[in-house]
């Protein structure tokens, strides 16, 4: 098992998880809050819409096209 | 000065795994790029969720022996100088110059507005499947899939193989062109025996989503259905309206296209010299269609036509198989007006189709509205507007998606 | 075919932010306006909308002084989308020699009038946290800003009510008062404005314009990374360049959060094609001040022209040789600082009045234009 960190919060996630599945495994699923306020979730799930675009290790980038990686910190954008 | 290869395969789905193969006996010196976390394309996905084909490993394990790099993770940001692509991973980006390219960049979801479609809870047919086979958790959850193709049936078994609650699969071909469809399926055996697996009692043909239902998240949806309105109650809903060739990197290579995928001719190559294309950026027709295509590309690109022409027939077979398709999911016009003047089109920019109505064409719209502005670069909203209002976005410009400042720093030297 | 006279007093040709600012002018002064445009777009589709003042000439600093001044008037009205901005500039200077061009920028600006005062480097790295290290200082002009230009040329339009006609047409001909469209119509009116940037020369091959093309780059949304426009003291010296390609540091808060970047300039090229290795040398001295967007992701980047004139200064008035042909091109890369006050000077030529700066400096007639060929036998009145 893999142990991210999601918002702050220990995950444990199955080998090849990716992170837009850890973002519903370990929190309401959303990934930012769009321009005019709603809540957003992974979308298109194949590395086109950047729904899912958070912070990983600091760096924006796409939930659906990453796996989860040990000790990886996950934010989701508010 | 940049690495440098024989031949670049950009995609590995069947087309780039396939082309690989075929071209790696030559000797060529081979590298294969995705963007995605493993080798497979968006069929033959890896991960907690997924169960791989015994054809899946065998290309894979292919890839291995013939020890052929595999760049996953990776996505072309631009094109470089003359035959050379600028690369971006989580790490690093570099230039990568090559002597020929094969362009198996595959297809995408056609996603359209309706109301309620930014609601989490909803994603497109093929976006669940990748999603549950990344390890997207759905036991128990009851799902609505709906829109075009034989997407949503694939789409349906993963869910299903997951613990998902069918609620209703809405086809928005009718029926008799379903029945066609079907009724040509024992000329491609595999595809019918997939067919029938995959065909199933919650399966409506002539029905589409009307409204996605819910405040924060999706709480059900409102579908139109053997003429009438019906609601069902559920947790998840996901919509596909057919396929979209991703040909973005082609026209930034200024290869010309043909009614909107990457125009190829018998030896799968494009209109630029030493470019190759091969898969549903060529045009729609499945998997096998894409391996057939992939090994022609992989051996014309290393020069061997002989080992190319024989696998021309079989091409031909799948060819028909694409026409089929692409002619009896034809998309509904009553699917253009599901959106509102407050359904928002451009999920990046949150922008509303009343801002878009009425106005002079894409660039106008997006000028003045911010529509297609925003990270997706009009991807999704883009191709919605073709359908919606019949504009063209223009050729996409660098980056051809987000890509780190640093990434294009690399540009600066083209030797 | 005779001529048929517009439904309107005055023809624009061009609907960018000087042919709009020209028509919100003209019809402000009660005249009815025909706006033409071909939807080809030009510099203010894709330009950068920064509302500076230059004064790289006296002329130039009347001009954008008097303007921004115009701006800051129109600013309570103008809508969400014109996102208008009073964010200031700071002009960045890397060292003593710098610090020395800052300070006397700072002198002749303040004998302007202009609000503005010099920073040392800490107060520097206060206001702007992101930039490196060891820059000397700043010289912070208050009254700068920034627009979001296509928006607020469509705000100036609507803002003529009933007395601003738009059309999509091409001009593709004009002789004095007399432009002809693409569909072999001549249009008359009293007066032809040509506001068509660096389109006006396909036009009017006289006229002393030459494009100089610019590459920018905008990022994805990061919020309150930088708060004001800055700009590299150098900008001046690549703005001034006459041949080569030069490169100078230039971002921009937009109020999307997103950090807009240039600035290039090329000479003798009318090809729209993103080129790798300018791009690249123009971010590579974007992170030369701000290291911190190295990786912040990039999400688009475009070119486009600027219509520059010889000496710097837009052409405004009318055409020496074409009776009725009045022009108001050239602005570079100020089109969008300068479109209210060239509005106001083109007018107040046109109604032959007195305007509150000497127009001399941006007359035509400064150049050689040559006389208007006879329109076509048919074209007559």
């Not at chain 2, 086809?171 to 595809?191: C, H, I, V, Y």
């Not at chain 2, 000028?367 to 990270?375: N, Q, Y």
Request: charged content about 20%; aromatic content about 6%.
């Amino acid at each position: 098992m893999i142990d991210v960190h999601l918002d702050g919060r220990p995950l444990r996630v199955a080998p090849g998880t990716t992170v837009a599945a850890a973002l519903c495994l370990g929190g309401d699923g959303s990934s930012r809050t769009s321009v005019g306020g709603q809540r957003r979730a992974p979308f298109c799930g194949m590395g086109v819409c950047q729904e899912c675009r958070v912070e990983i290790d600091g760096q924006r980038r796409l939930a659906c096209q990453t796996l989860c990686q040990p000790g990886m910190r996950v934010e989701t954008r508010p | 000065m940049s690495e440098h290869y024989d031949l670049l395969i950009v995609g590995a789905g069947p087309a780039g795994m396939a082309a690989a193969l075929a071209a790696a006996p030559s000797g060529a010196r081979i590298a294969l790029l995705d963007d995605n976390p493993v080798p497979g394309g968006q069929i033959w996905r890896d991960g907690p969720g997924a169960h791989l084909p015994p054809l899946a490993r065998r290309l894979r394990d292919g890839l291995e022996r013939h020890a052929i790099p595999v760049w996953s993770g990776t996505r072309v940001v631009a094109a470089a100088g003359p035959q050379a692509l600028l690369l971006e991973d989580p790490t690093r980006g570099w230039r990568v110059r090559y002597d020929r390219l094969i362009l198996c960049t595959g297809a995408r979801e056609r996603l359209l507005p309706f109301p309620g479609w930014t609601l989490p809870g909803v994603t497109g047919a093929g976006g669940l499947q990748a999603l549950i086979k990344g390890g997207l958790p759905v036991a128990g959850e009851r799902l609505v899939i709906a829109g075009s193709g034989p997407l949503l049936l694939a789409s349906a078994a993963t869910a299903r193989a997951a613990g998902a609650h069918l609620l209703r699969i809405a086809e928005q071909a009718p029926l008799a062109a379903l029945a066609r469809f079907t009724a040509g399926l024992p000329r491609w055996p595999g595809k019918a025996l997939q067919a029938a697996r995959l065909f199933d009692h919650r399966y409506r043909a002539g029905s589409h989503v009307l409204e996605a239902l819910g405040d924060d998240r999706l709480e059900g949806v409102r579908l139109w259905q053997d003429g009438s309105t019906v609601e069902l109650a559920c947790e998840r809903l996901a919509c596909g309206f057919g396929l979209v060739p991703n040909t973005q990197l082609a026209e930034a290579l200024e290869c010309a296209l043909r009614d909107d995928a990457v125009a190829v001719d018998d030896w799968q190559a494009t209109s630029r010299p030493h470019h190759y294309a091969a898969g549903e950026c060529t045009g729609f027709g499945g998997s096998e269609l894409a391996l057939v295509e992939g090994a022609i590309a992989g051996h014309a690109a290393v020069g061997e036509q002989t080992q190319a022409r024989r696998l021309f027939p079989r091409r031909q077979r799948w060819q028909r198989f694409a026409d089929a398709l692409a002619r009896d999911f034809a998309l509904d016009p009553r699917l253009k007006t599901l959106a509102r003047p407050d359904t928002l089109v451009c999920r990046c920019e949150d922008v509303p189709y009343a801002a878009l109505a009425g106005r002079d064409g894409w660039t106008d719209a997006k000028l003045v509205s911010r529509c297609g502005m925003g990270a997706c670069q009009g991807r999704i909203c883009g191709g919605a507007a073709r359908v919606l209002f019949g504009w063209t976005p223009p050729a996409p410009r660098p980056p051809l998606s987000p890509a780190r400042i640093e990434t294009l720093l690399c540009l600066e030297d083209e030797a | 075919m005779s001529p048929a006279q517009a439904r309107a007093d005055v023809i624009v040709v061009g609907a960018g932010i000087v042919g709009s600012a020209c028509a919100h002018e003209l019809a402000r002064r009660g005249l009815d306006v025909l706006v033409l445009d071909d939807r080809r777009g030009g510099a203010t589709a894709v330009g950068m909308g920064h509302l500076v003042a230059m004064d790289d000439n006296p002329a130039e600093l009347a001009l954008s002084a008097w303007s921004l001044e115009l701006w800051r008037h129109l600013a309570p009205d103008l809508d969400d989308a014109s996102a208008y901005r009073n964010c200031g500039t700071l002009w960045l200077a890397a060292d003593d020699v710098e610090m020395a061009a800052a300070d006397a920028k700072r002198a002749t600006l303040a004998a302007h009038g202009l609000d503005c005062q010099l920073l040392g480097a800490r107060a520097l790295a206060t206001a702007e946290p992101a930039l490196r290290d060891g820059l000397h200082g700043a010289l912070r002009v208050a009254g700068d800003g920034i627009l979001y230009a296509p928006n607020a040329a469509e705000w100036l339009l609507a803002k003529g009510g009933a007395r601003i006609i738009r059309h999509a047409a091409q001009v593709v001909q004009v002789c004095g008062n007399l432009v002809r469209l693409a569909d072999e119509r001549w249009l008359r009116a009293d007066a032809v404005v040509l506001a068509n940037g660096i389109h006006a020369a396909d036009l009017c091959p006289d006229l002393p314009l030459r494009p100089k093309k610019g590459h920018l780059l905008i990022t994805d949304r990061y919020p309150g990374r930088i708060h004001h426009q800055l700009v590299e003291l150098g900008y001046v010296t690549s703005a001034h360049a006459s041949e080569g390609t030069s490169v100078a540091f230039n971002a921009q808060p937009r109020p999307t959060g997103q950090i807009f970047l240039g600035s290039s300039r090329q000479f003798d090229t009318l090809d729209r094609r993103v080129e790798g290795p300018v791009l690249a040398r123009m971010l590579r001295r974007a992170l030369d001040y701000l290291p911190g967007l190295a990786g912040l992701n990039a999400i688009r980047s475009w070119t486009g022209f600027r219509a520059a004139s010889p000496d710097g200064l837009p052409l405004l008035g009318p055409h020496p040789g074409q009776p009725g042909l009045w022009l108001a091109v050239g602005h570079e890369g100020l089109g969008v600082t300068t479109a209210p006050a060239s509005a106001r000077l083109l007018a107040a030529q046109l109604f032959d009045e007195r305007p509150p700066i000497d127009p001399t400096p941006y007359q035509p007639q400064r150049f050689p234009l040559a006389q208007s060929a006879v329109p076509a036998q048919e074209a007559r009145p």
